[in-house]
């Protein structure tokens, strides 16, 4: 007998995101190329949203968010890592649909 499978749901301001991937060297602003084995202090990343729980209001299932992957629990599901976290510790969320922007696109 098969095992049953059981569907996630994240639970109240929950908020579960894949980091996208940054394996690869950088350019600085001023054509320096940064190698992908440096690690930079202190810095932000994109991720998509995967799930969120009834009490999140700022962002939805396929939203990109900025956040601090250092500051976050991570789980492992089917090979693929994802952070967990509230919605409040999100710095910045992109949509295409939005009411009050900077100007600024991805």
């Known amino acids: 007998m098969a095992d049953p499978k059981f569907e996630i749901q994240m639970l109240h301001d929950r908020v579960m995101i894949r980091l996208e991937k940054d394996g690869e060297?950088?350019?600085?602003?001023?054509?320096?190329?940064?190698?992908?084995?440096?690690?930079?202090?202190?810095?932000?990343?994109?991720?998509?949203?995967?799930?969120?729980?009834?009490?999140?209001?700022?962002?939805?299932?396929?939203?990109?968010?900025?956040?601090?992957?250092?500051?976050?629990?991570?789980?492992?599901l089917h090979t693929q890592v994802y952070l967990v976290m509230r919605e409040r510790d999100l710095h910045a969320v992109a949509t295409q649909e939005t009411d009050h922007g900077t100007g600024l696109y991805l």
Do not use: F, H
């Open 25 to 76: 060297e950088r350019r600085s602003g001023a054509g320096i190329v940064i190698p992908a084995t440096v690690k930079m202090a202190n810095r932000l990343a994109w991720g998509e949203v995967c799930g969120v729980g009834a009490n999140v209001r700022s962002v939805k299932v396929g939203d990109k968010v900025l956040l601090n992957p250092e500051d976050q629990y991570e789980v492992e």
